[in-house]
């Protein structure tokens, strides 16, 4: 039986005026050549295919998803604010309702920028992710959302906004950390203490080829999501686990990706990755689009295709089955887990060294997370850059309970202003933001 067809909105993006270097791998072209494919191919031509113009996110919108030092104006340029704008606009389109999905093709990326953001890393100054679930959140009333991240390189920024939010599903697919930037992602970075099991990571052998990703899709990430139920399920959908990569080294191919989103049925992807401009990009996001809308991509292929050259190995299928397993064994005793972890402790800590290599910024930061049975908890960042910029934020979680909100009201009243730079209050579910 065939797909039904799907209405499906287009949000293209390039950012003409913004790129790393004019070599840089994360440059305009990397969209100008889906644009092209798009036109070649007459997918606009499709009734049930539209395309719309990004919106522009404001300054408050990025200021509910991070802690900016020391502003997110000091941060962002216009195509930042465009790009997570196309993300929003593309939200829009699917919640009320003129589109069934929406696939915002839209640069700078935004995956690797954390909760705190000194500066930018992996190519990313704000998480354009984040701020779209936060803008859904705050306009929608949608609580329980689900980001399935399918870029080769681990998205610890956007696991580090949500780590602790037992109503955001963070799944990330990635090749093994050890063998690739951020060097993070693996099975037991597992969510907070109050949202264990909201935080999955599936990393993958280098050389993973279709047959891999679609194994861990059928066999952790669709049970995980029915078990989760989200109202909305995102696809941050980086390209760059194509064979062709220039800065990775998985066997991804179009078809693989077409297939995997035509089994995720995203209500949202959002653009991350991929640095193979000419052999991938063009194929493979062809292929995304037209599994969103329920077309026929058996046609997508790109020209030096060869399933044998990139096939992966039995033992590469060996390592994959054993890391489902143990994924699997963990999801099924996380309820069992907070004992253990917590104890008798009323706040969790975490410290975090953090490297920003885009802007070559270190932080070192401490996050305390209150325990609690009633919400995600009352968090607070203690944070200092080699800039000189030292914070304080104090962040109330959506659905916060009172006793957390008490204590967060508190602790930003008590705390000694002249100790740090700025002391940030970030109160998601009232949608407040306040610098002192």
Not at 51 to 59: D, L, N, V
Not at 332 to 341: D, N, P, T
Request: proline letters at 5%.
């Amino acid at each position: 039986m065939p797909p039904k067809e799907k209405k499906t909105g287009l949000i293209f993006f390039p950012a003409f005026d913004w790129a790393i270097s004019e070599t840089h791998p994360e440059r305009e072209e990397r969209l100008l050549y889906t644009q092209d494919q798009v036109l070649e191919e007459g997918l606009l031509d499709f009734a049930n295919i539209k395309e719309f113009k990004p919106g522009i996110a404001t300054y408050a919108d990025i200021n509910r998803a991070h802690i900016c030092v020391p502003d997110a104006q000091s941060l962002t340029t216009p195509s930042h604010l465009i790009s997570a704008g196309g993300a929003i606009t593309a939200a829009k389109k699917v919640l009320t309702g003129v589109v069934d999905n929406a696939f915002a093709l839209v640069r700078p990326p935004g995956h690797h920028a954390m909760l705190v953001a000194h500066g930018a890393r992996g190519f990313c100054n704000i998480n354009i992710e984040a701020v779209m679930v936060e803008y859904i959140r705050h306009t929608y009333g949608i609580k329980r959302i689900a980001i399935v991240d399918t870029d080769c390189h681990h998205g610890d920024g956007t696991q580090d906004i949500y780590w602790n939010d037992p109503d955001v599903l963070c799944i990330s697919l990635h090749q093994d950390g050890r063998t690739l930037y951020p060097g993070t992602g693996f099975i037991d970075d597992f969510g907070g203490p109050n949202a264990l099991g909201a935080t999955i990571n599936i990393p993958l052998p280098p050389h993973t080829s279709d047959e891999g990703f679609l194994y861990v899709l059928d066999r952790v990430v669709l049970p995980i999501l029915d078990e989760f139920k989200p109202e909305i399920i995102i696809n941050s959908a980086g390209q760059d686990n194509h064979y062709s990569d220039p800065i990775t080294d998985m066997r991804f191919s179009a078809q693989g990706y077409a297939l995997l989103n035509e089994k995720l049925a995203p209500h949202i992807a959002v653009l991350e990755g991929g640095y193979s401009i000419e052999k991938a990009l063009p194929y493979v996001n062809v292929g995304i689009i037209l599994a969103m809308a329920g077309l026929d991509y058996s046609h997508v292929r790109e020209p030096d295709y060869d399933f044998e050259q990139i096939r992966q190995s039995a033992d590469i299928t060996r390592i994959i089955e054993n890391e489902v397993q143990n994924i699997l064994s963990l999801w099924k005793r996380r309820g069992k887990l907070k004992a253990q972890i917590t104890g008798a402790s009323s706040y969790i800590r975490r410290e975090k060294n953090i490297y920003y290599d885009t802007d070559n910024i270190t932080e070192k930061q401490t996050e305390s997370v209150r325990v609690c049975n009633d919400c995600g908890g009352l968090v607070m960042i203690d944070s200092a850059a080699d800039t000189g910029k030292k914070i304080f934020a104090v962040i109330l979680p959506n659905q916060c309970c009172p006793q957390c909100r008490k204590d967060g009201e508190t602790f930003f009243g008590r705390v000694n202003s002249s100790l740090y730079n700025h002391v940030y209050f970030q109160d998601r579910e009232k949608d407040i933001f306040i610098v002192k």
